[in-house]
């Protein structure tokens, strides 16, 4: 069996591979790997039982056609000073180009044409004025929600639009390994019901997302691909009543900030706001609980919810950050049974525990019904908790009663960006044939950035016919 191209991943960095050249009338005979379910067949369980039942063999929300991102807020970042270090690598201009290019391709099959963040009058002047009081950066970012459920009927129209361009789509299929010979990448070794089987193409596309940050890795050990050490990104799910975010949320809907805290000065950051959102559970094959954030169009709760994360780069000789960040998910995941922890955030500051009767008590009622409440300190590194202690203090000058005792903090949020492969800007590795794209590769961070860079690859490849 033989292809022109093969593309591991069918989140928005593959997809949108697949379009573009489609787009660019391709006559590339392409096949289309996927690990989960396509779009209609992806379906949680805990909508109907109220808890997470750890499905196997892959979690839905995080696994299937679209990826992880649009099942969780699915928001587009429209600016090129979001989403990751691609402009790094092919220039600021191009890519903001690429991001308006590809904003009108979401267009087209139904994004939503209102787009939040641009609100230019005072009370954004109050918010800058009270980020830099506080010594914090606000990024300027317009943001198109297609939101958790809208984002699925999107991308079930673009998954029937590749299949009837003639892309072959293999769902429920395991990619193993690659094939390299001569230093070339000639295919790819899949599952084929408890057997291996190889299947041959001229090009290779690795777009696995962060959900296959860490089988990129080990690749990228196996086979020599030319990688450096990427960033890992620790942290909680922070939620709040609406009533304190409402000046923020009516006046950004995503407020992006940036802050370098005393005494490390790490970089953290805010990420995935959802107004009147719900804080999620995803599980990752090794069993491994995170916690994230959905967005719904017409289904709000009466909380908002962010992602405050510290960034972690580290430097020879250690060389393990994704296996870093995991054990520490473990060891948070052992102190809430295998569930998400939640803690106050008064609770934090006095050296105690959240006890599940506190909660009942509280303004604030978590929109995560089956986190155990406990004490997220006990597993969360001392500096990465310091970091997010100190941040929510600053971000408290911005959003007066962000850092009150009831503020409720979620565990483990982890951002899995792999160890970043070494490619030029029309995205080579050092492997001829080989392409390794998205969140797994290092360069990108959400859905837009992601799909960029897809459509980038989709023009390269499409200048070899």
């Known amino acids: 069996m033989k292809y022109d191209l093969i593309i591991v991943g069918s989140g928005p960095a593959g997809i949108f591979t697949a379009l573009e050249l489609i787009r660019n009338k391709s006559n590339k005979k392409m096949l289309l790997i996927e690990k989960g379910k396509p779009v209609e067949k992806r379906h949680c369980p805990k909508s109907e039982v109220g808890y997470c039942v750890n499905c196997k063999p892959s979690c839905a929300i995080t696994t299937g056609f679209s990826g992880a991102g649009a099942f969780s807020d699915g ?53 800058r004025k009270n980020a ?23 991308y079930f129209r673009i998954q029937n639009y590749l299949a009837e361009n003639g892309v072959e789509m293999m769902f429920s299929t395991e990619c193993k390994n690659i094939v390299i010979e001569d230093a070339q990448c000639k295919g790819v070794i899949i599952d084929d019901n408890g057997a291996e089987r190889r299947i041959d193409a001229d090009e290779i596309v690795i777009a ?86 959905h ?66 008590k509280s303004n604030l009622k ?29 971000l408290d000058v ?17 951002k899995f960006y792999s160890n970043k492969v070494r490619m030029d800007k029309n995205l080579n590795t050092n492997i001829k044939g080989l392409h390794c794209l998205g969140d797994s590769s290092g360069w990108t961070r959400g859905l837009m950035m992601a799909s960029v860079m897809g459509v980038l690859m989709g023009r390269e490849l499409s200048k070899n016919e």
């Not at 289904?299 to 908002?304: A, I, P, Q």
């Not at 911005?398 to 982890?414: D, K, Q, R």
């Open 75 to 127: 928001k587009l970042s429209l600016s090129y000073e979001v989403g990751g270090d691609l402009p790094e690598l092919i220039g600021f201009e191009f890519a903001q180009d690429l991001i308006d290019y590809t904003d009108k391709i979401y267009l087209e099959f139904g994004a939503d044409t209102k787009i939040e963040g641009i609100y230019t009058g005072d009370a954004i002047k109050e918010i």
């Open 132 to 154: 830099i009081k506080a010594g914090l950066k606000l990024v300027d970012c317009p943001i198109r929600h297609l939101g958790t459920e809208k984002a699925q009927e999107l």
């Open 208 to 293: 696995t997302g962060r959900r296959g940050a860490d089988w990129l890795e080990k690749l990228c050990e196996e086979h020599n691909i030319s990688h450096k050490p990427g960033t890992v990104d620790i942290g909680v799910r922070v939620e709040c009543r609406n009533e304190i975010m409402e000046k923020v949320n009516e006046t950004l809907y995503e407020s992006k900030l940036i802050g370098y805290p005393k005494p490390w000065k790490n970089k953290v950051r805010t990420f995935c706001q959802n107004p009147g959102g719900f804080v999620a559970q995803e599980n990752y094959d090794n069993d491994l609980a995170v916690v994230n954030g």
């Open 295 to 360: 967005s719904f169009k017409d289904k709000k709760s009466e909380n908002t919810n962010l992602a405050i994360l510290v960034s972690h780069n580290f430097n020879d000789p250690f060389n393990q950050p994704i296996e870093y960040a995991q054990k520490v998910g473990e060891l948070t995941n052992m102190l809430g049974a295998g569930k998400i922890l939640v803690q106050r955030f008064g609770d934090i500051l006095d050296g105690k525990r959240t006890w599940q009767h506190e909660l009942a």
């Open 366 to 394: 978590p929109t995560l019904k089956d986190a155990v409440a406990g004490d997220i300190t006990a597993a969360m590194p001392y500096r990465a908790m310091t970091n997010i202690i100190e941040f929510i203090k600053m």
């Open 398 to 414: 911005v959003v007066p009663g962000f850092a009150s005792t009831e503020t409720l903090l979620y565990g483990p949020e982890l």
